[in-house]
């Protein structure tokens, strides 16, 4: 697994990682208004990344204490984990959830400290799960431009040769 936290500063602190999820990232870059730190759900326009939306996942963020609520999931991702989670919580169904790193990269970008991706197998349950890796990039949305009211992610699934699956390699940035 790879996995890193990083500033929202510049463009060359994404790794190499699939090309939707450096095109997302791009796309989100290019939303952001001149006299904000970071775009709002309102400069967020679906319909202009058409071929990534079954990939995306927002999650409204709650403070005090942290919870995410699934405000939608794409198709490809409802696909893989076999159920629609569109209105549940992060937490329902995962024991321990604040405990796991998905649950402390949410808070980390929710905090509006940067953006988090992801390199592994896949941590939700799904159908086909020994048999795929997946990439994931959490992004942070601020309706007024600096406090972060979603996060908006995006996982791109690959398959994995199941007689030679990758061997999980951590990294710390």
């Not at 450096?22 to 709002?40: M, Q, S």
């Not at 326009?45 to 999650?59: K, S, T």
């Not at 709650?62 to 696909?79: Q, S």
Request: net charge neutral; proline share 8%; with cysteine.
């Amino acid at each position: 697994m790879k996995q890193f936290e990083c500033s929202l500063a510049r463009d060359d602190d994404l790794p190499q990682c699939d090309r939707k999820i450096a095109a997302f990232v791009k796309y989100w870059r290019g939303i952001r208004p001149a006299d904000a730190v970071l775009p709002g759900r309102q400069h967020f326009d679906p319909a202009e990344i058409p071929q990534l939306l079954p990939l995306l996942r927002l999650y409204d963020v709650h403070r005090d204490p942290w919870r995410f609520r699934y405000r939608l999931i794409g198709t490809e991702l409802v696909r893989v984990v076999g159920r629609d989670l569109t209105g549940t919580w992060f937490h329902d169904g995962i024991a321990n959830a604040e405990e796991t790193s998905s649950f402390h990269n949410l808070v980390f970008v929710a905090e509006g400290k940067g953006l988090s991706y992801r390199c592994g197998f896949p941590l939700l349950h799904s159908r086909n799960k020994d048999h795929l890796s997946a990439e994931r990039i959490l992004l942070p949305l601020a309706r007024n431009g600096n406090d972060v009211d979603i996060v908006l992610g995006l996982t791109v699934f690959h398959p994995v040769n199941i007689e030679a699956p990758p061997r999980p390699v951590a990294v710390e940035i």
